[in-house]
């Protein structure tokens, strides 16, 4: 399997890390959810404030990650989460808001599709139409139930992948961490971009959409993201796309890259996926108040 392509970079020159006053721009790097991370901050008191929010980072990725014994992996083993975290509520939430938005593109209960194919394509084959068949009827939005009391399934079997919205809300709890603190002026990247306030140089924060011949969204106060059918593959030709469309079981995609800035990282994630299998006039029908622009390459 083809790894995840980065569609989005800050342009970090001299323009964007000036020293200001007595304190300079810290810049920090990692990973969250598997992806690049970076924090850009100019504050005094960057490095406690940056552990901070790293430490935050640690801590929602012990709920959503499917690389760790987390909630989600526990929910997706035993079929239901007893007592779930404020946090995955929240984000189940904006899901199903999210979900009927977009008439069932955007789905986390793909997760036993992916799996399937991951599966197929690790032996070198591609499952056939009575294999998907007979994994997409353990998927379903509708067949998630949570309360503050416990997130369950109607089916068993059945199981859900966070990814293509969980980097947005992350980087949407770090910039409230941030705000919390009282700092106006912050750059937060977990895989998707959310940005308070300015950069350092006064003007907002400059992210480069890649394959746009160098288009730059101008962030402040607001998040960008950007989802692409071959960003990641199942196979080592890079034909079999990763996003997949819970309506039919199968890879699909109307655009080679979605961009999509709004006011919120997760509004931003979770769109750019399901926008990526909706036609235009689709994504007109399903606008939100909260999405600033949405930028499609054919």
Same mark, same amino acid.
């Not at 392509?5 to 020293?19: E, M, N, Q, V, Y």
């Not at 980087?171 to 977990?190: C, E, M, S, Y």
């Not at 969204?217 to 469309?245: K, M, R, W």
């Given at each position: ?37 970076q924090i850009l901050l100019e504050h005094s008191d960057a490095d406690a404030l ?64 992916? @799996?399937?194919? +991951?599966?197929? *394509?690790?032996? !070198? =084959?591609?499952? /056939? ?92 106060? @607001?998040?960008? +993201?950007?989802? *692409?059918?071959? !960003? =990641?593959?199942? /196979? ?8 997949l469309d819970p309506r039919t079981g199968q890879p699909g995609g109307h655009w ?43």
């Amino acid at each position: 399997m083809t790894t995840r392509r980065r569609f989005l970079t800050i342009l970090a020159g001299a323009s964007i890390l000036p020293t200001l006053g007595s304190a300079t721009t810290t810049s920090w790097h990692g990973i969250a959810l598997g992806a690049e991370a970076q924090i850009l901050l100019e504050h005094s008191d960057a490095d406690a404030l940056i552990t901070q929010a790293v430490a935050e980072i640690d801590r929602l990725e012990g709920l959503f990650s499917l690389r760790r014994d987390s909630q989600l992996t526990r929910l997706n083993r035993m079929g239901k989460l007893a007592a779930p975290a404020p946090e995955m509520l929240e984000l189940l939430s904006i899901c199903s808001m999210l979900n009927a938005r977009t008439k069932g593109a955007f789905d986390p209960s793909i997760q036993p599709l992916w @799996a399937l194919y +991951a599966e197929n *394509a690790a032996a !070198g =084959t591609q499952p /056939d139409a009575k294999q998907i068949a007979a994994v997409k009827a353990r998927t379903g939005w509708n067949n998630v139930q949570f309360s503050p009391l416990e997130v369950s399934f109607a089916k068993p079997g059945m199981a859900l992948t966070l990814n293509g919205i969980a980097q947005g809300f992350i980087a949407d709890k770090v910039a409230a961490l941030f705000r919390a603190q009282g700092i106006r002026n912050v750059l937060v990247n977990t895989g998707e971009f959310m940005a308070l306030g300015n950069a350092p140089d006064g003007a907002p924060w400059p992210v480069k959409i890649a394959n746009t011949d160098g288009r730059v969204v101008p962030l402040s106060n @607001a998040a960008v +993201a950007t989802s *692409a059918p071959l !960003g =990641t593959t199942f /196979d080592d030709s890079g034909a079999l796309g990763h996003i997949l469309d819970p309506r039919t079981g199968q890879p699909g995609g109307h655009w080679s890259q979605v961009t999509v800035a709004a006011t919120t990282a997760a509004t931003a994630d979770g769109l750019s996926t399901a926008f990526c299998l909706m036609s235009a006039d689709e994504i007109k029908e399903a606008h939100l108040d909260a999405v600033l622009d949405v930028i499609t390459l054919t």
